[in-house]
């Protein structure tokens, strides 16, 4: 089974600048998330998409974030523009269900953006 | 919001030797409990979970402990060799609310 595809694996631009990252989750997998994981600290969820809907976006900076997931399948992540402090890794993971007794999140490798 | 802490933050052992890392989270609703391993340039990889119902679970030389009481869980690695050398982060969830809430981590250093 392939993993959670992401890409590109490094980005760096300068502040003010736009960038876009793109993730494919695992086959069927409907839930699909976005996390900000700065160094030394734990992912932070920025949102959450049920197939193509949004669960949940409440940490989302939606004046410069932005997030969408056509087709129910793989999802790109925008920021524009960017700030220093957005520099981080950002991570893309998927699950196969939202409810129940589990909900085991499959990561991708990250993309790591410094901005300048 | 679901206030979680890890303890220790840097654990460094000795080859052979055990290592527990502890989990504190707020959310009394908070009804599965996993742990997730780091590796360098790497995403999060789920080693172990546990769910509310349960109060300890084992696979070979990792178990995960669950006080639902005091909130908290505990992630136990025996025999420790230097690829257990990484992140670990615990990350509680209220399955019912969708949301699931990381620590900020533990690293932790297996000397050989």
Known sequence: EAGVAQSPRYKIIEKRQSVAFWCNPISGHATLYWYQQILGQGPKLLIQFQNNGVVDDSQLPKDRFSAERLKGVDSTLKIQPAKLEDSAVYLCASSPRTSGNTDTQYFGPGTRLTVL | ?112
């Open chain 2, 1 to 112: 919001g679901e206030n979680v802490e890890q303890h220790p933050s840097t654990l460094s052992v000795q080859e052979g030797d055990s290592a527990v890392i502890k989990c504190t989270y707020s959310d009394s609703a908070s009804n599965y409990f996993p742990w997730y391993k780091q590796e360098l340039g790497k995403g999060p990889q789920l080693i172990i979970d546990i769910r509310s119902n349960v109060g300890e679970k084992k696979d070979q030389r990792i178990a995960v402990t669950l006080n639902k009481t005091a909130k908290h869980f505990s992630l136990h690695i025996t025999e420790t060799q230097p690829e257990d050398s990484a992140v670990y982060f615990c990350a509680p969830k209220n399955t019912n609310a969708g949301k699931s809430t990381f620590g900020d981590g533990t690293t932790l250093t297996v000397k050989p």
